[in-house]
């Protein structure tokens, strides 16, 4: 691999460090709850403060939407039982909460405002993938979804790698299988609710068939385009306008399997600016109050390849077999939440405006948190 010298907070050019400072920061898909828990379960206390604060606030996040569970083991605390998991996960972050960690966990804008005001982090909980939701076997029952919504949840990505009982992920794409009945309530309670809809790893069906179904805008929280990386979890053109119609919102991102094609396992060097071209041509496409930041870090020291850590079995995660990754997936800049302060610079070098580079970095996502989440 090439040597490339990353860029040092004090390296950033004068606009890109005051946009930073005016940036209401972020980040629409996080995954500290996969070391939290077992750290937490390790006995560690003030896990937040000491572990993942000071990366937040170098990468200048204010707001974070946090995964708490929901396939496969890897995302339930390596628990078989999928809800006692993310029930588990949740638990942990409320017993931190409440011994005075420097987050609030928030549930709409008037809990985000006061969190900010308090100097802490807002943080909203998410599901990536809805098995947990699923209920005794053979039995329709949204009962799990609105206690987990008691629970402090806010957003679910219906479907995680494969199929659950409400719609099929990526990867059973050869079965060509939509939204179920199932799913159609299920998406309509979410509506009711107020809880933001993920279509991360959905199959074209899939998509389509929320996007029939749907009353508010939804998001597709971590992702990339096809038009620059040719795999089938990016975005195809059709997807994206339909995403703009819907008044949708797009997270951008830190994952060199959705970024650049092979280069995980060659080992090319991927910077930011790769991620500006999908971001170019969804701009071009639906436009840039479009997109947001969705960085999808799992890269943590205690689970450093989490398809070998915390999975299963080896290879497998949310529900079907990946392979082992042969390399670091993440890209060589921004390679963690902590150095997210240069996506500001690599946007300005490409020629957005202020206006521009202060809604993918924050505003954008506020927009749709406020209206679908509530005062």
Known sequence: METFQKMKPEDLSPRARELNCRSAGVNLH???MFEFAIRRALGETKVFDTRYLPALRQG???????????????????????????????????????????????RNLRDIRAAHEAGKIALILAF???????????????????????????????????????????????????????????????????????????TDRSFF?????????????????????????????ERIRAIGK??????????????????????ELVTYDRVVDHIDHIADLIGVEHICLGLDFDNFPLVHNVFRAMSPAPGSIEGFHTGIP????????????????????????????DKEILGILGENAYRILEQVLGE
């Open 30 to 32: 996080d995954h500290l």
């Open 326 to 353: 042969k390399g670091d997936h993440m890209l060589n800049e921004p390679s963690n939440v902590g150095e997210a302060y240069v996506i500001s610079e690599y946007l300005c070098r490409r020629g957005y405006s």
């Open 246 to 267: 819907n008044g949708g919102l797009i997270g951008m991102e830190i994952v060199k399997t959705e970024i650049q094609k092979g280069a995980e396992e060659t080992g």
């Open 209 to 237: 068939d929320v996007m029939e179904v749907t009353g508010s805008p939804v998001v597709v929280s971590h992702v990339g385009v096809q038009a620059v990386c040719p795999v089938d979890a990016n975005l195809s053109g």
């Open 128 to 202: 990536e993938g809805a098995r947990a939701l699923e209920g005794r076997e053979g039995e329709e029952s949204l009962v799990m979804l609105r206690t987990f919504y008691e629970l402090g949840l806010r957003l679910n990505c219906i479907a995680g790698g494969a199929r659950t009982v409400f719609a099929d992920g990526v990867g059973d794409i050869r079965a060509a299988a939509g939204l179920t009945t199932f799913g159609v309530k299920l998406v309509e309670e979410m509506n009711r609710l107020g809880m933001v809809i993920d279509l991360a790893h959905m």
């Open 60 to 106: 200048g996040f204010q707001t974070v939407v946090t995964t708490v569970g929901a396939n496969s083991p890897c995302t339930c605390n390596l628990s078989d039982h999928l809800a006692f998991g993310c029930f588990e996960q949740i638990d942990m972050l409320r017993q931190e909460e409440a011994e005075g960690a420097s987050f609030r966990i928030c």
